[in-house]
């Protein structure tokens, strides 16, 4: 069992910064990935960013390279979500992930991102 609880989150203006942070407690394994997806209000779940507990294999969404960083601290079992040149269409409420068995099986309860227009 996985436990993730995530922080960070807030109004920010547009063009401005953030990091998120997902603290993971539990059983976790190197081969596992960390995720990031985010849902905005009347979209469905939108993928952002995964990175494995080895630290390779880090991917990203198409909307999100560049201005994204995902990284991981092993020590203290959290993963982060390094936010810069945020836009409107980045509000959304973001929720960390876990796989086990190659499944995203754990969840957090999300972190409310705000960009106003």
């Known amino acids: 069992q996985v436990q993730l609880v995530e922080s960070g989150g807030g109004l920010v203006q547009a063009g401005g910064s953030l990091r998120l942070s997902c603290a993971a407690s539990?059983?976790?394994?190197?081969?596992?990935?960390m995720g990031w997806f985010r849902r905005a209000a009347g979209k469905e779940r939108e993928f952002i960013a995964q990175?494995?507990?080895?630290?390779?294999?880090?991917n990203y969404a198409d909307s999100v390279k560049g201005r994204f960083t995902i990284s991981r601290d092993n020590a203290k079992n959290t993963v982060y979500l390094q936010m810069n040149d945020l836009r409107p269409a980045d509000t959304a409420v973001y929720h960390c992930?876990?796989?086990?068995?190659?499944?995203?099986?754990?969840w957090g309860q999300g972190t409310q991102v705000t960009v106003p227009s």
């Open positions: 992930a876990a796989t086990t068995d190659s499944t995203w099986r754990y």
């Open positions: 990175i494995r507990w080895s630290g390779d294999a880090i």
């Open positions: 539990g059983r976790t394994f190197s081969g596992d990935f």
